[in-house]
């Protein structure tokens, strides 16, 4: 671990379809896909506890069984799971349910994230950056260069001090969002019941200036669909 971290906790989004990762999501949860010899789920754990994040709270709804049994067989980071078998509610309700469980502020991050850090740990660059004063949310975002298998026209634009605005209509967007972030419980407040995109409350927190950015210094690989797969092994195996 480099540096400090502002959380212990981790909230590890886990609960979606996978439709784009058919036919591997057939018979199995996407984050239980295998790249480079190991689930995706794992590579994203592995990673927090590197970063000696102590804490994983885990959505389940898809096959939610084979998930929850081999998250829970692990020791570090400890993991609890969020229960949506009932009911998906995609990126925002599932925080909304599980945040009587998490703190102020948590790390968020998505199940079938892969990344090669650069010279600092993401999560530790993340908490450096972080500014409760300012933010409701920091999101690690990366430059198309260091976005593999990613061919879409970017997600965010950032300013010099790193506030966030919405992709333009016919432009290309500099960053793109990884999946990762930090988030204040000032961003769940007044959230909507039910299922719901953390999109809405990203929306709120950018006309009030408070969504922010931080550029990624590492290399980020978009493992969306059976082909992403083999070119981001061969990534790994380059290091």
């Known amino acids: 671990m480099s540096g400090a971290l502002v959380s212990d906790t981790a909230m590890v989004l886990a609960a979606g379809l996978g439709k784009r990762m058919r036919p591997l999501t057939a018979s199995q949860p996407k984050p239980m896909v295998r790249v480079a010899g190991k689930p995706l789920i794992d590579h994203a754990l592995d990673r927090l506890k590197e970063a000696g994040v102590a804490r994983a709270v885990v959505n389940v709804h898809y096959l939610a069984d084979a998930l929850e049994a081999h998250v829970t067989a692990r020791k570090t980071p400890q993991v ?13 309700g599932g925080m909304i349910k599980a945040l009587p469980g ?4 948590f790390f968020a991050l998505n199940a079938d994230n892969i990344w090669l850090d650069g010279p600092n740990n993401a999560f530790a660059d993340l908490s450096r950056r972080w500014d409760p004063d300012q933010m409701d949310a920091l999101l690690l975002v990366v430059p198309h260069a260091r976005a593999a298998n990613f061919s879409g026209p970017g ?18 967007a500099p960053f793109i969002y990884t999946g990762i972030q930090l988030v204040s419980h000032r961003l769940l407040r007044d959230a909507p ?15 009030e200036g408070r969504l ?9 690989f978009e493992v969306g669909t059976p082909q992403a797969i083999r070119p981001t092994e061969e990534a790994l195996q380059r290091g």
């Open 80 to 92: 609890t799971i969020s229960d949506e078998r009932a009911l998906l509610l995609e990126t925002g």
């Open 102 to 105: 998490l703190p102020d502020p």
């Open 155 to 172: 997600d965010f634009h950032m300013d010099p001090l790193g506030k966030l605005a919405r992709r333009r209509d016919g432009r290309i």
């Open 193 to 207: 019941k039910g299922p719901f995109s953390t999109n809405i409350l990203w929306n709120r927190a950018i006309d």
């Open 212 to 220: 922010f950015g931080l550029s990624f210094g590492g290399l980020w």
